[in-house]
């Protein structure tokens, strides 16, 4: 996943508010009390979009991601803008931390895409033991709302001047999954367009399948809330966040 699709991620996603992203994580890291200087390890941390303001805001940042390529892009953003920030390609479901950290993070859908409930259980397993005790697990999920009925079994397009794509959904009501195929067309320096083909799969975990599997975990002072809102989830959002803690 990602391989080919890495080149063209950041142009894709560039009507993304990742600012409002990261400040939005600040606000749940110190209401589970993660201060400013703290150790945070960022899973699925992509091409470093949320780990690089995360830095900047005064956490001390490593990221982790399976993509070779999207390690590479945060490694080279993180350079140009000046940042020491360690990046790590891992498996989230088999983290394995040199020493215990203060808080972990599975920013921008990285939960969806563990696509069986034995995986997220594995992940919040790993995270368990990775952390301290008071520290706190944080994620985002794209909601089950949104999975079934804005992705669901519809086809998407986007047209900007030097990228555009057409993506595909099907939604798997036995598995709970979309399956995304997405064509991406990317504009060369000639003018001609490359075509990438991308395949992704993502589960709809709901509210209470992840709070039952973290507690189970042995998390604490599990806490739901809506699309960058510090209020309860709303029926019809689009994006969960979740805070849990070890005790």
């Known amino acids: 996943m990602y391989a080919a699709f890495a080149g063209v991620y950041d142009a894709l996603m560039a009507q993304v508010d990742y600012a409002a992203w990261a400040a939005h994580y600040d606000q749940l890291m110190q209401l589970c009390h993660v201060k400013k200087g703290a150790k945070c390890v960022e899973c699925a941390c992509g091409s470093g979009s949320i780990t690089l303001p995360l830095r900047k805001m005064g956490y001390q940042m490593t990221g982790v991601d399976l993509s ?13 803008e ?3 920030i360690p990046f790590i390609r891992q498996d989230m479901c088999q983290l394995q931390l040199p020493r215990k ?8 859908d990285g939960v969806n895409y563990l696509t069986s409930p034995e995986k997220v259980k594995q992940f919040f397993a790993a995270a368990f033991a990775g952390l301290k005790n008071g520290g706190a697990l944080i994620f985002d999920i794209s ?4 999975l079934r009925n804005t992705l669901g079994n519809n086809t998407l397009t986007c047209d900007e001047e030097d990228v555009a794509y057409i993506w595909h959904n099907r939604f798997n009501e036995k598995t709970a999954c979309v399956d995304m195929a997405l064509s991406i067309f990317s504009k060369r ?3 001609a367009f490359d075509r990438i083909e991308e395949r992704q799969t993502q ?5 209470e399948e992840l709070s039952q ?24 959002d689009e994006r969960l966040h979740f805070c849990a803690v070890k005790p």
Request: charged share 25%.
């Open 101 to 108: 950290t203060e808080c972990i993070l599975a920013t921008c």
């Open 213 to 236: 599997w973290l507690a189970e975990a042995g998390f604490e002072q599990v806490q739901v809330f809506g699309n960058l809102r510090m209020t309860a989830p709303r029926s019809n």
């Open 143 to 146: 909601s089950e709302y949104k």
């Open 82 to 84: 000046g940042q020491m």
């Open 189 to 191: 320096a000639d003018g």
């Open 203 to 207: 589960r709809a975990h709901t509210k």
């Open 68 to 80: 070779e390529e999207m390690i590479a892009l945060a490694m080279e953003r993180a350079r140009k």
